[in-house]
Nanobody
C-alpha cells in the first residue's frame, strides 16, 4: 500500500510564492502529479513528472510552476511563483505505479492553497 502525504499549502498574496511537497512511501513510483480542485470546478492536472524526468504542465501555470524531485528527501515538489487568485484551490498529490493491468493511482488528502488579492 502506498501512502501519499502533501505539505506546504497556505495563504499567500497575489504575486507570492509557495512550495508544495509530496512524499510517497511503500513502493517505487513511476509518475508523480499535482492536481488542484478550484472552488466550483473539476479537479485538473497542474504538473506531472515521470520517472524518466519528463514534465507536463497545465497551460495556466507554465512559466510560473516548476515540478521537481528531491532525491535526498525522497519527495516531489512543486514551486509555485507569481501566484494568482485563480490558483486558489485544494492541491492533491498523485503517485502512480504502472502495473501489467494498468496504472494504479494513489492520492494524498490534499492541501489548501489560498491566494488573496
Amino acid at each position: 500500500q502506498v501512502q501519499v502525504v502533501e505539505s506546504g499549502g497556505g495563504l499567500v498574496q497575489t504575486g507570492g510564492s509557495l512550495r508544495l511537497s509530496c512524499a510517497a512511501s511503500g513502493s517505487s513510483i513511476d509518475r508523480w502529479g499535482w492536481y488542484r480542485r478550484a472552488p466550483g470546478k473539476e479537479r485538473e492536472l497542474v504538473a506531472m513528472l515521470t520517472r524518466g524526468g519528463d514534465t507536463n504542465y497545465a497551460d495556466s501555470v507554465k512559466g510560473r510552476f516548476t515540478i521537481s524531485r528531491d532525491n535526498a528527501q525522497n519527495t516531489v515538489n512543486v514551486q509555485m511563483n507569481s501566484l494568482e487568485p485563480e490558483d486558489t484551490g485544494v492541491y492533491y498529490c498523485n503517485a502512480a505505479i504502472r502495473r501489467t493491468n494498468g496504472w494504479w493511482n494513489y492520492w494524498g488528502q490534499g492541501t489548501q492553497v489560498t491566494v488573496s488579492t
